[in-house]
């Protein structure tokens, strides 16, 4: 797999085996990690659904409206500097390119964001975490429990180091009956 000149990649690139998870798995592990580690972030964090099979006009509607954006990143989070990721397989060599993918990069590179590609979720977590120190360095992480409205967290809004928080209210989450 040849990446994108200028991006860069994190992740073993020597990784071979042909059983490693899947992207879409890896995708939501760091998805998952994310929301569990970070809520303020994850409450700005957007997947670009460009895959799937649609009808045509559902295609001409959602691009009208800019929901497809051609060879959009996987994960895109808003910030300061924004955070654009093309998550891979472990074993890159699994993977392919989809049309539009490297150019987006590019651009969102171009344009000042963190671009990066990931070899995994954990490779995708390294990236975070870099791109996190670099614009959020004093970011401290919420102590509080997680309010949950549907199944997105809502957290207070990013805060310093120095900021004083309330206690979130905690919510019990329903029993199942047997």
């Not at 991006?7 to 020597?14: M, Q």
């Not at 990784?15 to 569990?36: G, H, W």
Request: hydrophobic share 40%; charged share 25%.
């Amino acid at each position: 797999m040849i990446f994108p000149e200028g991006v860069k990649v994190y992740g073993d690139l020597d990784y071979r085996n042909k059983k490693c998870p899947s992207e879409d798995a890896e995708l939501e592990t760091f998805v998952n990690q994310i929301r569990k580690l970070y809520p303020d972030f994850a409450r700005v964090m957007i997947h670009v659904p460009n895959e799937g099979k649609r009808k045509g006009y559902e295609v001409e509607n959602m691009k009208k409206k800019g929901a497809l954006n051609f060879g959009a990143s996987d994960i895109i989070i808003i910030g300061k500097q924004s955070f654009v990721m093309e998550m891979k397989r472990m074993d890159h060599t699994l993977s392919k390119w989809q049309p539009g993918q490297m150019a987006y990069l590019k651009a969102a590179k171009e344009l000042g964001s963190f671009a990066c590609v990931c070899l995994g979720w954990e490779a995708a977590m390294m990236a975070f975490n870099d791109w996190r120190a670099m614009n959020y360095p004093n970011y401290k992480k919420p102590s509080e429990p997680l309010i949950f409205d549907g199944f997105l967290a809502t957290t207070p809004a990013i805060r310093p180091a120095t900021a004083t928080t309330t206690a979130a209210t905690k919510t019990t989450k329903p029993t199942r009956r047997q």
